[in-house]
């Protein structure tokens, strides 16, 4: 698990629509499938490079959330991650609290 402790941050199973701009085309009905407060991974079948940055749009259990991001790791035809650049503080909290919130059921329905 390298590159879980890599991320820096915990991330959850999270599946949310989004929309995204600023990679010349915009990824075909793009999704995100994972999350943590400091970036996500977004399904998309089109190609973005690592470095692209792009604008983000989505909705948590908090509300809207409108972020720059940066394409950390690009897989072709199946998706890439990406880290937050420009959260605010309320934003990072509200992550913060559903990764826990989601995490912290996991695990006592794990046991």
């Not at 949310?16 to 970036?39: F, H, K, M, Q, V």
């Not at 897989?75 to 919130?101: K, S, Y």
């Amino acid at each position: 698990m390298g590159y879980a402790k890599e991320r820096g941050a915990p991330r959850i199973p999270f599946a949310c629509e989004l929309e995204c701009t600023g990679a010349g085309e915009d990824p075909l009905n793009p999704r995100i499938s994972d999350l943590s407060a400091t970036g996500a991974f977004i399904d998309t079948m089109n190609e973005v490079p690592a470095g692209a940055r792009l604008s983000l749009k989505f909705v948590l259990p908090t509300g809207p959330v409108t972020v720059l991001a940066e394409v950390v790791h690009a897989m072709p035809h199946f998706g890439m991650g990406v880290r937050f650049l420009n959260l605010t503080d309320d934003q990072r909290r509200g992550i913060e609290r559903l990764v826990a919130d989601v995490s912290s059921v996991g695990a006592s329905e794990g046991h």
